[in-house]
């Protein structure tokens, strides 16, 4: 199984990638997390935002490969505890098919995703910067990998 982060933006800081990649790379193969930057729309004084993002959204959407679980991350997704999902984790590699998390740009996700997504994870009630999303991923997934594996790396 893999687990596909699509994420709007590219050219994150330094500290981003640095960060994402220390996760991710902590990963197995048979939990292999991979990035896809999905590019931005252009904003500028006079954008029409609501367009930027659906066609963002239509990027997302086009990038998700074919048969896998679609989550949406989205601020009015349901919050998961670090064991519930390590449970919902469990599920995706005893199923086999892969997962496509879905990350919006700095103006959110389109309507489009939240409506097409299986299920919709919020990570907090904060808002948080989509460049941080990357990390705080990368860093869940390890998490409850470890969970899983009875791994030190989780200490509840």
Known sequence: MKIHLLAVG????????????EYAGRLPRECALRLLEIPPGRR??????????QAEGERLLAAVPAGSRLIALDERGQ???TMELAGRLS???GEGR????????PDGLDA???????ALWSLSRLTLPHPLVRVVVAEQIYRAW???H???YHRA
């Open 10 to 21: 590219v050219r994150m800081p330094e500290w981003v990638e640095k960060g994402y990649a």
């Open 44 to 53: 500028g004084a006079h954008a029409d935002v609501a367009r930027i993002v």
């Open 79 to 81: 919050e998961w505890s």
């Open 91 to 93: 599920g995706w590699l």
């Open 98 to 105: 892969d997962v496509s998390l879905l990350v919006g740009g």
């Open 112 to 118: 489009d995703c939240r409506a097409r997504a299986d």
């Open 146 to 148: 470890s969970v899983l």
């Open 150 to 152: 009875n791994h030190p």
